[in-house]
């Protein structure tokens, strides 16, 4: 068939136009998706300062890719990157075994240049090596700069110069340290502080009430008119210059607030500020000429699901190393056996909290052992001895796996008492002293009732 003339054609395109436009009629205008942005593929992050490979596409920073610092300033000014898997060889412009230049970044064989061994993925190649040579050589008297910065260079410098001040700024803003009574102790993690107080490097808590105050002056007013001389709520038990005090975060809230943003000074995994309603918390102290200074507490929650006996447990810094934690935990777990339950900490435990836990199970089995081997009691379950002590079966078990008092005999799993390796173990062992139960005066509340 012939073809159609050009003016036949055109009415056409027009009226199937006409056809398809109207009001019900839409334009689509596809428009390409936006690439995803560049991310190291080492640390998985996109902080800048990210070099390409030109023949993979392999994306990261300098460092994490295995460049040096110094190195890595080359390498961003550099117009091309090659990976250590892509370098080529510079001077035969092909792939091989190459080892790369440590100073330039670029690749050679060994057959292409003297000082590139074969063994070696990093060296010095003939170049850079004769230019140390030469501005380190004894008639050297003048170091030449490697390149002329430019505008842009300088820029850069400056940003980064900038950036560098002002985050030493914002660090020294933040709070290093606290002073609690006639000790100065340095701060781990951020807590947070009111505004006015961390600003402040070195903030002052009163060792009682345990309000903050900016400055020494400030403590020493708020002391002359502080009443305070031991914690809010109800001392439970006392025995030498060592007392306990359970405090409702209902009733006295903002000492439960102020306790928990000091713990979270010193712990990590912290989270617990304002929400402390639903929590009770069991202040140590020791007696003082002044007054029961606080070193160390744990929080538990008023109703767990979980039967969970203790949230979070601190000892102060000041007051490590004298076994302050051991009767910390061992207080939760005579509450547990004064409610009639078996009781168990949050999960998982902190690696600190891990080995506290760990000694003090050990110390509370070894002690269990001794009484059962003293009253020559020939059979003794784990479910009896996590009833008589408070602690649960899994915990028990695991110490005795860990301390390697289990044993298989005659068919069975026992516990071998007599061994002399274990005996003089449960002997020097169960001379630590726990709490003195008989001086704890806590009662669980009646039955269908529910404490503060």
């Known amino acids: 068939a012939a073809a159609a003339p050009a003016t036949a054609v055109a009415p056409a395109i027009a009226a199937a136009t006409a056809a398809t436009s109207g ?23 996109d902080s800048g300062g990210l070099v390409t490979c030109a023949a993979c596409g392999l994306c990261g920073h300098p460092t994490c890719l295995g460049h040096g610092t110094a190195k890595a300033v080359r390498l961003l000014l550099q117009p091309q990157y090659y990976c250590f898997g892509c370098t080529p060889c510079s001077s035969c412009r092909r792939k091989g075994r190459i080892s790369v230049c440590r100073d330039c970044n670029l690749g050679f064989h060994s057959a292409c240049d003297s000082r590139a061994a074969a063994t070696k993925k990093v060296f010095t ?9 030469h501005a380190n050589g004894p008639t050297a008297r003048k170091r030449k700069i490697p390149f002329e ?50 600003k402040h490097p070195v903030v002052h808590i009163c060792e009682f009430c345990l309000e903050f105050c900016p400055c020494a002056e400030s403590l020493q007013r708020h002391a002359d008119n502080c009443p305070w001389r031991y914690p809010p709520g109800t001392e439970i038990y006392r025995k030498g210059s060592t007392s306990f005090f359970e405090v409702d975060g209902t009733d006295h809230t903002v000492y439960a607030q102020n306790l928990c ?39 538990k ?14 000892t102060l810094p000041q007051h490590q190393r004298k076994g302050y934690g051991k009767m910390l935990i061992d207080l939760s777990y005579k509450l547990s056996k ?31 052992l001794k009484l059962k081997r003293d009253l020559k009691v020939s059979r003794l379950s784990i479910a009896d001895m996590s009833k008589e002590t408070g602690i649960n079966a899994a915990d028990i078990i695991g110490t005795l796996q860990a301390m390697g008092l289990i044993k298989y005999w005659r068919g069975h799993h026992a516990i071998m008492l007599h061994d002399k390796p274990i005996a003089d173990l449960i002997d020097r062992t169960s001379k630590t002293t726990l709490l003195d139960e008989k001086h704890l005066h806590w009662e669980p509340p009646a039955q269908g009732q529910q404490r503060k």
């Open 23 to 45: 009001p019900a009629a839409s334009v689509v205008v596809a428009t390409p998706a936006p690439s995803p942005p560049k991310v190291c593929s080492v640390c998985q992050t």
């Open 125 to 133: 190649c003939s170049k850079c090596h004769k230019s140390r040579v």
């Open 149 to 198: 910065p430019n505008r842009g260079d300088i820029k850069v410098f400056k940003t980064m110069l900038q950036a560098v001040e002002d985050q030493k700024l914002q660090d020294d803003s933040v709070m290093s340290a606290v002073c609690m009574g006639k000790y100065k102790v340095q701060t781990l993690y951020p807590s947070p502080f009111p505004e006015a107080i961390a």
């Open 261 to 299: 943003m000091i713990a979270k000074l010193f712990l990590d995994h912290k989270t617990l500020y304002y929400d402390v309603q639903h929590f009770f918390f069991y202040v140590m102290t020791e007696w003082t000429r002044q007054g029961a200074v606080i070193v160390g507490y744990f929080s």
């Open 301 to 314: 929650e008023k109703e767990s699901p979980m039967s969970y006996n203790l949230s979070c447990i601190l």
């Open 338 to 368: 004064r409610e009639g339950k078996v009781g168990s900490p949050e999960k998982p435990l902190s690696d600190l909290g891990l080995i506290t836990y760990r000694s003090y199970w050990t110390t509370a089995v070894l002690q269990q």
